[in-house]
């Protein structure tokens, strides 16, 4: 069923998919499903999880403080 939807919008790979294609469809996953991956990942993988997710906080809010106080030179 997929297959004929894809037909439909004309986006056939005729390919396989690379390592990086795959890497990022499966961040991407971890990402949008934290409770999935958290029970398929191994620990090394978990603390990846969770360190991407601290950095992200980290550059969100020191962003948000960025903008809401610049600095004055």
Do not use: D, K
């Not at 005729?14 to 294609?21: A, D, F, H, K, Q």
């Amino acid at each position: 069923m997929l297959q004929a939807a894809l037909r439909c919008l004309r986006f056939e790979a005729n390919r396989p998919s690379t390592n990086l294609e795959i890497m990022t469809g499966r961040l991407l996953a971890f990402c949008a499903h934290p409770v999935i991956a958290w029970r398929v990942l191994s620990p090394s993988g978990r603390l990846v999880v969770c360190g991407g997710y601290a950095a992200a906080a980290y550059v969100t809010i020191l962003t948000l403080l960025l903008l809401t106080r610049p600095a004055v030179f």
